[in-house]
């Protein structure tokens, strides 16, 4: 296991690591692959194994090498952060399971929840990490800052790779990063960083790997406990900080691709981000619709894949912003994340409002690692479709907002959905407050319009009022004395005390 050099100056190893073996790779073999055994991970009795329920229970301090000051410091993370795009599974992936139970429930490094995957990456190739950040209860955190920890301390990764633009050193045996870059998440709460494969595996001590037999092999750095015989790096998004963030660690194991053959002649497309669902979208005639508030900016991610299930990677591909003949009208600026050099940043283009028979906007790029193309999809449009009662009401027949936008391989015979986005105006919040001023009692109603209130003042007798315009302000004459005003609608109920002199 290849641990911190000076183990002993630090209470905080955040990445002790077992060992595995690489070997060659064909390409194809993404589906249906043998899982291993979860023992074959383990190289010294220092990390105990434990299923992922156990994951959740207090930590236990007699199983760390390190002292745990407060045992439940790290129960109840308050925020999650998710890798959405791409998927990572025990198939295409190596899931470690016992890093997750040793570092939340041993040594509690890290919030409850943390999820720790290896994954293997073709050489030479970029790769967008998408990630979906929410808080303790689920809601997204939109707008919201989030660093991503590249060649994360104490891993001993050494690949120089850069994330969006901005280089990554290797990590040292501290607790200090390779690099911290930020990004701020979007209207749904997600955030993508795009990384770019190092130049050269030598240049900070490590080695090109062939490629593995599997995806879930074990990787060359834990088979032999010695980075110098891998090519890799670590990753952990943060918003809070390590124990209140339950992150999603990612490690990404180069590997020589020179035997791959990047080509395909049929693939099939998927969206990863945003997640859309039947709680939060209509699927129907090679069409997902969906509702998004106005001039709200969004990451879409989407994933081609081929007939035999593997990533159609290194793809030229063009992705069609409001199609041809679709009346879609929206107003957007969109383009390709990290489409500038070194991927520092995203250029942006319009939509052409005078085509209709004619896409209106054509973005083109080359799909990564994991045969994804991520670009952002930004509205800029004033008026918009009334709120809608449900995230699945029926989209209007006529006088809608809407984006739509299909993804397609260069020349590769695409199947997938288009997605429509229709953009409404939000409601503004409704608003009641109470005031007292001399002998005279006034209730404030905003955003209202329309809606009945029951309101009941001390002394007075109980009136049931309907605003007729944004803010309503209803004033009650009234004796000294305490007085209690109480206003309802929704069984929601606001309730406030004044003393009349």
């Not at 296991?1 to 073996?21: F, G, I, V, Y």
Request: net charge neutral; charged share 15%; aromatic share 6%.
């Amino acid at each position: 296991m290849c641990t911190p050099k000076n183990l002993e100056d630090s209470a905080h190893p955040s990445n002790p690591r077992p060992s595995e073996t690489p070997s060659s790779y064909e390409e194809g073999l993404i589906m249906n692959l043998t899982s291993k055994k979860l023992g074959a991970l383990v190289a010294t009795a220092l990390l105990s194994i434990v299923g992922v329920g156990a994951i959740s229970a207090p930590a236990r301090a007699a199983d760390c090498p390190y002292a745990v000051a407060d045992q439940s410091d790290n129960d109840h993370p308050k925020d999650t952060i998710r890798l959405i795009s791409p998927v990572l599974t025990d198939d295409n992936s190596i899931h470690r399971y016992d890093f997750e139970s040793q570092f939340t429930v041993d040594c509690d490094w890290f919030g409850v929840g943390m999820r720790f995957n290896q994954v293997y990456v073709p050489f030479g190739l970029r790769t967008s990490l998408t990630y979906h950040a929410a808080n303790a209860a689920g809601a997204p955190l939109a707008n919201t800052v989030v660093t991503l920890r590249a060649n994360k301390g104490y891993s001993n990764s050494n690949a120089a790779v850069r994330v969006n633009g901005i280089k990554a050193r290797p990590a040292p045996a501290n607790a200090s990063d390779g690099a911290n870059v930020t990004a701020t998440t979007d209207v749904n709460g997600n955030v993508t960083f795009v990384i770019s494969s190092p130049d050269d595996c030598t240049a900070y001590g490590g080695k090109l790997p062939d490629a593995p037999l599997h995806l879930d092999s074990d990787t060359p750095n834990d088979k032999n406990a010695d980075p110098t015989t891998d090519c890799y790096s670590q990753f952990l998004p943060s918003i809070t900080g390590e124990k209140t963030d339950a992150a999603d660690f990612i490690e990404l194991h180069y590997f020589n691709s020179s035997a791959l053959t990047y080509n395909a002649t049929e693939a099939s497309l998927s969206l990863l981000a945003p997640t859309l669902d039947g709680t939060n979208a209509i699927s129907g005639n090679g069409v997902v619709q969906t509702y998004s508030p106005l001039a709200s900016k969004q990451i879409i991610a989407f994933q081609a894949t081929k007939e035999n299930g593997s990533y159609a990677r290194n793809q030229p591909v063009s992705v069609r912003i409001n199609l041809a003949n679709s009346g879609a009208n929206a107003k957007i600026s969109a383009g390709i994340v990290g489409n500038s050099a070194l991927g520092s940043a995203t250029t942006l283009s319009n939509v052409d409002s005078t085509k209709t028979t004619q896409d209106q906007l054509v973005l083109t790029g080359t799909t990564d690692a994991f045969g994804v193309v991520t670009f952002t999809l930004n509205n800029s449009d004033l008026n918009g479709e009334a709120q809608p009662a449900t995230r699945t009401s029926p989209v209007p027949v006529s006088g809608g907002t809407f984006a739509n936008v299909f993804a397609e391989l260069t020349g590769v015979t695409t199947m997938g959905n288009a997605v429509e986005f229709h953009y409404y105006k939000p409601s503004l919040p409704i608003t009641v407050s109470a005031t007292a001023a001399g002998k005279k009692i006034s209730v404030t109603i905003k955003n209202a319009t329309g809606k009945s209130f029951q309101v009941t003042v001390t002394g007075l007798k109980k009136v049931t009022v309907k605003p007729t315009k944004a803010t309503q302000v209803y004033t009650y004459t009234v004796t000294k004395g305490s007085k209690t005003v109480t206003v309802s609608a929704d069984g929601r109920t606001l309730t406030k005390k004044f003393i009349i002199k």
